[in-house]
């Protein structure tokens, strides 16, 4: 009878919906299946992301339970997270929100409450002795945050599940998110982001990686799309039980600010590397998605030229 029940489910709940992608995600899921509830909610209350919206502490097992049971949830997208510069100032606090919250979901799939999850992994699960060109799908997986060993954990505790008890979780490890609508929040991939706003505001920036920080990175839309492409793929085809590599457009901040300088040609940029470089420099600097392509047909629609473009205009509109 459970079994029944929770096949039959097929409204959403977005953990950590007012986060930088799960509020972009909230409104392209609302878009895409109207017939379906999506349910945003997060650890503070937020206007922008619409009804129905509640407040959630993604590591609150009962309340999870409660909100899944009153919208008769199928399908989970646990975007909460603390990511990697603000996981190294409280790795127990880290370790505890990225895991807790994933061992709670992918329980409630166990127990057949819910069908689907959507977990983010990203490229930190890598390290300093992973090969830093063309990353592939598998390779040495040490990573140097807190952030990563979370990531590299969670993404074992997926294939864990779905090996052993048919548990559907799909995973992408996403590069640096670049995107206008919602300021992201403790990466190190942030200035990639910070610098849009600070070259129309101010004409200029410093940035806290040096200039060759190359690292692979991600126009939000692409994001978004991979996302509910991999969770529309019929899970036959889903043959990456962890997480899939995902490739957009590799950059460095000197790049970056050179693309910039195309639309606001006196902008200027310093380099003030801090405690985030030390983590950029653990990361690959492009990445191989061999696997998305050829499991789930993914391809990237934004390089550089495009990226900057649609940050320029996307900022100038909130103006
Ligand atoms: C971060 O910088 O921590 C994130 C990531 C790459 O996962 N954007």
């Given amino acids: 009878m459970q079994d029944e ?39 503070h209350n937020s206007d922008v992301l619409g009804t129905p919206f509640e407040l959630l502490d993604a590591t609150d097992e009962k309340a999870i339970r409660q909100i899944i049971e009153k919208y008769q949830i199928g399908e989970v997208y646990l975007m909460a997270a603390m990511l990697s510069a603000t996981a190294e100032k409280y790795p127990e ?72 008890y048919g548990v559907d979780v799909r995973s992408i490890r996403y590069p640096g998110l670049i995107s206008w609508k919602t300021p992201p929040g403790g990466g190190t991939t942030d200035y990639a982001i910070d610098i849009f706003h600070q070259a129309l505001k101010n004409g200029k920036y410093e940035c806290f990686l040096t200039e060759n920080t190359k690292l692979p990175m991600m126009y939000m839309d692409d994001a978004i799309r991979a996302t509910l492409q991999l969770m529309a793929a019929d899970l036959s085809g889903v043959k990456i039980c962890s997480s899939y590599n995902l490739a957009g457009v590799s950059f460095s901040p000197k790049e970056l600010a050179n693309a910039i300088q195309k639309y606001i040609s006196d902008f200027c940029i310093i380099y003030r590397p801090d405690s985030r470089q030390a983590i950029a420099d653990t990361w690959p600097q492009s990445i191989d998605d061999v696997c998305a392509r050829q499991d789930w047909n993914w391809k990237a629609k934004f390089d550089l030229e495009h990226t900057v473009l649609e940050m320029i205009k996307g900022i100038k509109s909130l103006q």
């Fill in 5 to 43: 029940i929770y096949q039959m489910n097929k409204n959403i709940l977005i953990l950590g919906a007012a986060g930088q992608i799960g509020s972009e995600l909230t409104q392209l899921l609302r878009g895409t299946y109207p017939d379906r509830t999506v349910v945003a909610s997060d650890l």
């Fill in 93 to 164: 606090k880290a370790w505890q929100l990225n895991m807790q919250s994933l061992l709670i979901v992918l329980n409630l799939a166990k127990e057949k409450r819910i069908n689907k999850i959507f977990w983010p992994s990203s490229i930190a699960v890598f390290g300093s002795t992973t090969p830093k060109q063309n990353t592939p799908q598998v390779t040495i997986t040490e990573p140097n945050t807190v952030y990563g060993i979370s990531k590299l954990a969670g993404e074992r505790w997926c294939a864990y599940y779905r090996e052993k």
